[in-house]
């Protein structure tokens, strides 16, 4: 379970932190991993730097790209969104000599279409935004733009940054440093006063005497030194249809003017020195013969660091070279390999997070829920995921249903009022206009401030973001007459469509959508009349989706809010009704849970009168029987554990007696210790039957105990004593030996103050490999221990006796001891035991021996354990001396006695070739 939680919780946070990195990286998700260029969709201008690197202006003036002389990518900037759902565009840029560029950043109303402030902001070489360093807004109606603000024209020269600020009544100039910590704010350096009623569409130039700008109504003008303005195209004689109107204006190296004629299709350029000639530099022709198709819609130029003239179309860019040659188009970015393996990481990341999202989903649904929860938990996990698709569900079909019912309504809406368009432009008036020149004359002014009127006094969102176009149709040609877009002149033409034909030649209102880069438009257009009947225009209004969308989001938000509220609801009220309803078996459990523990007098009550007070009532007959049928197991447990101890079936891995087979064995590692009463059978001769019966229980029950309290366990007893094994740390096996004989003094005591002779015993003590098991036939089994550490044990018993010794300890047991330090003992060495292959290492444990005794034997230790050391390696002469030492001052000790006889014997007679330096006891 805690693994499982664990594992859980480590996958959310992995999960947390990959959605994290992914949120930052989200444009690289949209480009497919194996994709090794992008497509240009909406071009709008390109420059080039010193070092012939290459910055467009791209999806629909969202985003910068800057590509290196080979057309690899090297970052891009994208446009931001406002606190408001603004949109930003760039509409023009330059970059300096150090890397720095610099864009006019437009902020558009969320529909797309109203300019709300322009910003000159500048961009450190490696595309990090660096700092703004000029702000207009556009606060008021009057000061109303669409589409482009009054900023022209930002340009790089000698070190300096310039741009134009158009207003309306004059073009001002203004320049500040260009480069890497240039603070300084922009200041004012020319003023330009614009000839009456004339409109700055585009200007360019930056020294007083060399500033030409372009006006809405189709002119170019030269602003003189001394403050005049002189037009310089067309000029009175030049043969002009009044429709060549002159777009992306602007001056090249030797001050010559490049602009673009969409009326005739061609490129051209015009010396100011030789005003009456004007040059093709490109054409139909022209293009043609370089291979290469030109559409002539919504193309731009500008001249290139090499001298070049680069030439923007909304998909592809070309360059016309200083020769008069056309390179072919580039039409696409490519990625770096850097960008391309990061794109991959990011996709492996993904990927992965999906794999972590299936691993959470089967931690909860296939670990968790299979493990113990409470069954309330269960269901929160069960009703959140299907009460959040039923949401998601509901929600999409409300949606979509709203979304085709709104997509309905809006059609209908723009028909209404695109036929509105005849009450609010004057027919005769529109027919009356010929020529640019009719720009923000007063039929034009009228145009505008009807339909302001009609669509901009409504303040309600979904009455907001349309956009309005009048054109005029002439001989055949539909051209472009007012619309919202500052950046569209008046007599452009525009395309012929079915939808568009359907209305100049049958007088129908039609409606269409189309989808382009600058977003996806649901539109109608409906005829205008002049007052003879005749159609002389078309009025149009659209709505880009994008605003739809807004409103839809807006619903659908609203819709997910109320539903998630709904759901919020009802799962509060389902989790609330689980738990009342869960209660009493939450009691039952409790209750069970409690007979379970063995609290069997717990009683279940539950008054619900439903199935469950039912199973409550055969839980506490239940409990009954059990109480009744474990008490009569328990006694009889606690009575056999009388005969088979219980840490006998623990080591043979059983619960209880029940659990135990025929066979059942294991082997352990224990100490043995073997516990006998001294000279019994004489001194049972003297007893009757009853009284040896009496005597051995009493004795047993008061030397027993201390089996129990160091963890020993009795395996059986012998008659006159005992065999206890002991499974844990030696040291307790031996302070067991040690306090039973310090209890024989007190026992002893007792006895002769009753008149009864006092009692020995002796205590041997190995500690060896053993095996438990069971033992017999199916219908008589007894647990018993098979070791020949038994017989060794029993042995040592017997030699306590002839070697003067309480308790005897092999070497096995010293070796195991924790705390040595904690007993006294002494070295009885190798000693030779009859019906015993090898010698035996042992030790004379008198810790618990009579205080005379003990003193002494601790006294004569060392001359004890030196005179064995001398008998060990054959000095008999030395070990006979010392032993006599020891048995002057203990008389009583036999060890001694036993080894001084011996070394007498062989010193005075020698050893046999069999000796091996140990000591025979028989």
């Not at 900023?151 to 004059?170: A, C």
């Not at 210790?673 to 000279?679: D, G, Q, S, T």
């Not at 190995?766 to 038994?790: A, C, F, N, W």
């Not at 070497?811 to 009859?834: N, T």
Request: aromatic share 10%.
């Amino acid at each position: 379970m805690k693994k499982s939680i664990a594992a859980l919780l480590l996958v959310l946070l992995l999960l947390g932190v990959a959605g994290t990195y992914l949120g930052e990286n989200q444009e690289r998700i949209e480009l497919w991993p194996w994709k090794k260029s992008m497509p240009f969709d909406g071009l709008s201008k390109a420059i080039s730097d010193a070092q012939n690197n290459l910055f467009v202006i791209d999806n629909a003036k969202k985003t910068i790209h800057k590509l290196n002389p080979e057309g690899v990518l090297q970052f891009s900037i994208t446009s931001d969104t406002g606190k408001n759902g603004e949109v930003y565009r760039f509409n023009d840029m330059a970059v300096d000599t150090q890397g720095y560029l610099y864009t006019i950043r437009t902020l558009l109303d969320p529909y797309g279409i109203v300019v709300k402030s322009e910003q000159i902001v500048r961009y450190k070489p490696d595309g990090k935004f660096d700092r703004s360093l000029f702000t207009q807004e556009y606060s008021d109606s009057q000061s109303k733009r669409y589409r482009i603000g009054s900023l022209r024209n930002i340009q790089i020269h000698e070190g300096m940054v310039y741009f134009f600020n158009d207003e309306v009544s004059k073009l001002s100039l203004y320049q500040t440093p260009a480069g890497e910590g240039s603070t300084q704010e922009p200041t004012l350096t020319n003023t330009i006063m614009l000839p009456s009623n004339k409109y700055v569409a585009e200007a360019d130039g930056y020294k007083l005497g060399a500033i030409y700008y372009s006006t809405r109504s189709g002119e170019i003008y030269h602003a003189m030194a001394d403050g005049r303005s002189e037009q310089v195209y067309p000029l009175p004689g030049i043969d002009r249809t009044r429709r060549n109107f002159p777009e992306s204006m602007h001056l090249d190296e030797q001050g010559r003017l490049i602009f673009i004629d969409f009326n005739a299709r061609m490129i051209a350029r015009l010396d100011p020195k030789q005003p009456y000639v004007l040059e093709a530099l490109v054409d139909d022709e022209k293009a043609k013969a370089n291979h290469v198709e030109l559409a002539f819609d919504t193309t731009t130029s500008s001249v290139g660091s090499d001298g070049s003239l680069i030439i923007v179309e909304s998909a592809q860019i070309n360059r016309r070279l200083p020769d008069g040659t056309i390179t072919e188009p580039l039409v696409e970015a490519k990625f770096s390999s850097a960008e391309r393996k990061g794109t991959l990481f990011v996709w492996f990341i993904a990927v992965a997070s999906l794999l972590l999202v299936l691993l959470a989903f089967k931690l909860i649904y296939f670990d968790l829920l299979k493990r113990r929860l409470p069954l309330m938990v269960k269901q929160i996990f069960i009703l959140i995921p299907v009460i959040a698709l039923s949401m998601i569900l509901l929600s999409t079909v409300i949606y979509n249903s709203f979304s085709q019912k709104m997509e309905e309504e809006t059609f209908s809406e723009l028909i209404l009022l695109a036929k509105n368009g005849q009450n609010l432009v004057d027919g005769d008036k529109l027919e009356a206009m010929s020529s640019p020149l009719d720009y923000r004359g007063s039929a034009y002014q009228s145009f505008r401030k009807r339909i302001q009127a009609v669509f901009e006094n409504n303040v309600r969102d979904d009455n907001q973001g349309f956009y309005k176009a009048v054109y005029k149709y002439e001989d055949g040609v539909i051209y472009r007459i007012l619309e919202d877009d500052d950046g569209m002149h008046m007599f452009n033409p525009f395309q012929q469509t079915p939808e568009n034909q359907q209305v100049v030649l049958e007088g129908k209102t039609a409606t269409g959508q189309w989808e382009d880069f600058s977003g996806e438009w649901r539109y109608a257009i409906a005829p205008i009349y002049n007052s003879g009947g005749k159609i002389v225009g078309v009025f149009e209004t659209s709505k880009n989706l994008d605003g739809l969308l807004k409103h839809r989001q807006a619903v659908l938000h609203s819709i997910i809010r109320n539903i998630a509220y709904i759901s919020v609801g009802l799962l509060l009220v389902l989790v609330v009704m689980t738990y009342v309803l869960l209660s009493s078996i939450r009691k039952l459990r409790n209750s069970v849970g409690e007979i379970a523990k063995g609290n069997w007098d717990t009683v279940v009550t539950i008054h619900t009168r439903d199935e469950v007070s039912d199973l409550g009532d055969s839980v506490n007959l239940m409990a009954s029987r059990i109480r009744e049928y474990i008490t009569k197991v328990e006694n009889f447990s606690q009575s056999y554990y009388r005969f088979v101890p219980q840490q006998f079936l623990r080591f043979l891995n059983k619960e209880t007696i029940l659990d135990v087979e025929l066979g059942d064995q294991v082997e352990q590692r224990m100490s043995i210790l073997i516990f006998n009463i001294r000279a019994f059978f004489q001194m049972s001769k003297g007893l009757t039957p009853e009284e040896n019966f009496n005597f051995v229980n009493s004795f047993l029950k008061r030397f027993g105990p201390y089996v129990r309290k160091h963890e020993g366990l009795m395996n059986k007893y012998l008659g006159a004593g005992f065999m206890a094994l002991f499974p844990n740390q030696t040291d307790e096996a031996l302070m067991a030996c040690v306090e039973m004989r310090r209890e024989l003094e007190i026992y002893n005591g007792h006895r002769a103050n009753v008149g009864y002779k006092p009692v020995d015993f002796g205590i041997g003590l190995h500690k060896g490999p053993m095996r438990l098991g069971i033992i017999g036939e199916e219908q008589r089994l007894e647990g018993t221990v098979i070791s020949d550490g038994v017989n060794l044990a029993t042995m040592l018993e017997k030699m306590t006796e002839p070697l003067g010794a309480s308790i005897l300890i092999t070497d096995a047991v010293v070796q195991s001891l924790e705390r040595p330090a904690d007993f006294l003992y002494r070295d009885l060495g190798l000693i030779q035991i009859d019906g015993v292959k090898e010698p035996l290492h042992l030790f004379d444990v008198y810790q618990g021996d009579p205080e005379t005794i003990r003193v002494l034997k601790e006294k004569t230790k060392a001359l004890f354990e030196q005179a064995v050391t001398f008998y060990q390696v054959g000095r008999f002469y030395d070990a006979r001396e010392a032993f006599l030492m020891v048995i002057k001052q203990n008389r009583q000790d036999k060890a001694a006695q036993l080894y001084f006889y011996m070394c007498d014997e062989y010193f005075g007679q020698g050893t046999t070739g069999e000796w091996n330096g140990t000591l025979s006891v028989s």
